[in-house]
């Protein structure tokens, strides 16, 4: 069955970077497009960033560009979020999602992490 | 983007039937046949119900529809029963995803 499971969730200080990695395992994980979904605290949920199956694009929601990377290993069956330069507001529980549909970078979310906590603070 | 506006919570009774609405723009909801919904326990990892705005994932009871009128579109729980009661969300492709602020459905 269709597993993810993320790790390297904690408490950081704002300012400082931290990666998250997220197991995959049930399916063959190089042929589907995966995403990043996080959930601050009593709030919704945002979609963060998408990897398209082969890693070759990459897209990340305005609130994250240019300080979260989305990047994945095939090898490892792996999927990581680098974040850099951390703030306050992206304390929030990160989930990894993988898409419905082999080859699309696109698609609904049919299988979802338990989430990882991270939590920005000094 | 801007999220998509649901209502904040709803309720209804065992058995009755509860309509979630989520409302965008002609430039998500309105200019795709693209939204999901999910269901989300707190806790637990959020599970797909609805996507292309009217399909089921084999497993999810057809008790739960969708549909889609201009920019809203919508979730119908029919036959509530108590595990129903979570908090869910709309996603609409817009050039990249947008989801919904959440609803909370209350089973009274």
């Known amino acids: 069955q269709v597993q993810l499971v993320e790790s390297g969730g904690g408490v950081v200080q704002p300012g400082r970077s931290l990666r998250l990695s997220c197991a995959a395992s049930?399916?063959?994980?190089?042929?589907?497009?995966m995403h990043w979904v996080r959930q601050a605290p009593g709030k919704g949920l945002e979609w963060v960033a998408v990897?398209?199956?082969?890693?070759?694009?990459?897209y990340s929601a305005d609130s994250v560009k240019g300080r979260f990377t989305i990047s994945r290993d095939n090898s490892k069956n792996t999927l990581y979020l680098q974040m850099n330069s951390l703030r306050a507001e992206d304390t929030a529980v990160y989930y990894c999602?993988?898409?419905?549909?082999?080859?699309?970078?696109?698609?609904?979310?049919?299988?979802w992490g338990q989430g990882t906590l991270v939590t920005v603070s000094s | 983007q801007s999220a998509l506006t649901q209502p904040r919570s709803v309720s209804g009774s065992p058995g009755q039937s509860v309509t979630i609405s989520c409302t965008g723009t002609?430039?998500?909801?309105?200019?795709?046949?693209?939204v999901s919904w999910y269901q989300h326990h707190p806790g637990k990892a959020p599970k797909l119900m609805i996507y292309?705005?009217?399909k089921r994932p084999s497993g999810v009871p057809d008790r739960f529809s969708g549909s889609k009128s201009g920019s809203t579109a919508s979730l119908t729980i029919s036959g509530l029963q108590a595990e129903d009661e979570a908090d869910y969300y709309c996603?609409?492709?817009?050039?990249?995803?947008?989801f919904g602020g959440g609803t909370k459905l209350t089973v009274l």
């Open positions: 002609s430039s998500d909801v309105g200019g795709y046949n693209y």
């Open positions: 996603c609409s492709y817009a050039g990249s995803e947008v």
């Open positions: 292309d705005v009217s």
């Open positions: 049930g399916f063959t994980f190089s042929s589907y497009g």
């Open positions: 999602a993988k898409n419905l549909w082999f080859g699309e970078l696109w698609a609904p979310f049919d299988y």
């Open positions: 990897i398209s199956h082969d890693g070759s694009n990459k």
